[in-house]
């Protein structure tokens, strides 16, 4: 299941595990990526918490949790080459896995559709 945040990242559910990465949209509006810092594994995260840092060309900015969870797994790919994120930002580029408090909250974030909407 594909959901997304008006934070721009996304996230794909399976079993209670979410992937979580930022969108291609958060990616062209940031620009070359040339820093990444991810969170812990084993680290508790909160809806809207901040779980990670990018840093580009452009800017400094955030990745927010977008439920509640504890990270399971991180990308190590990305922090190494952070240009992957920029070449798949919705596939090799993912950033972390968030084992979810509760699965039922992805209800109330963002499909496809509605997502595509807010970045028109």
């Known amino acids: 299941m594909l959901k997304f945040t008006d934070e721009h990242e996304w996230l794909n559910i399976e079993d209670g595990i979410a992937t979580v990465g930022i969108t291609t949209y958060a990616v062209d509006q940031l620009g070359d990526l040339v820093f990444v810092e991810l969170?812990?594994?084993?680290?508790?995260?909160?809806?809207?918490?901040?779980?990670a840092t990018v840093e580009s060309?452009?800017?400094?900015?955030?990745?927010?949790?977008?439920?509640?969870?504890?990270?399971?797994?991180?990308?190590?790919?990305i922090v190494a080459d952070p240009a992957l994120v920029n070449a798949d930002p919705m596939g090799?580029?993912?950033?972390?896995?968030?084992k979810l408090a509760?699965?039922?909250?992805?209800?109330?974030?963002?499909?496809?559709?509605?997502?595509?909407?807010?970045?028109?």
């Open 57 to 77: 060309v452009k800017a400094a900015s955030d990745v927010y949790s977008p439920l509640d969870g504890e990270v399971t797994e991180v990308n190590p790919a």
């Open 102 to 120: 509760d699965a039922a909250d992805a209800d109330a974030l963002l499909d496809e559709a509605a997502y595509k909407e807010l970045t028109a």
């Open 92 to 98: 090799k580029g993912w950033f972390f896995k968030l």
């Open 39 to 51: 969170p812990e594994i084993g680290a508790g995260l909160t809806k809207g918490g901040n779980a």
